[in-house]
């Protein structure tokens, strides 16, 4: 099956998934790393998934935020400008949202699946 591909904000701070500005993983990462903390969010993901009872749903989906959190993806941004975390907006409403106004409808459409 082909990966989706999201379009990525310019500066490669975001991904547009379901409308929204999605917080990617800092590329400042070592690889190494990166890969620990992608396998415990997949191992955290399936936890969730399987939980048998509210307690460990409740520990999985904090093993699940740990994990995101390594990878940059929520928590303090990763970057050192001062910009704000914009996560979780359209970029439409964005300071994104001349760069969203300037892709393609299929663009703008892979973004909003």
Do not use: C, I
């Amino acid at each position: 099956m082909p990966r989706k591909t999201h379009p990525e904000t310019p500066d490669g701070r975001y991904f547009v998934a379901k409308g929204r500005l999605w917080r990617r993983t800092d590329p400042r990462l070592p690889e190494p790393e990166r890969r620990a903390a992608v396998k415990a969010l997949m191992q955290a993901r399936l936890a969730v998934r399987d939980a048998p009872d509210d307690a460990a749903l409740s520990d999985a989906r904090a093993a699940v935020d740990t994990a995101k959190r390594r990878l940059g993806e929520r928590g303090p941004v990763w970057w050192d400008d001062g910009a704000p975390d914009e996560g979780g907006r359209a970029p439409w409403t964005s300071s994104y949202a001349n760069w969203w106004s300037g892709l393609s409808p299929d663009e703008q459409a892979r973004g909003r699946a």
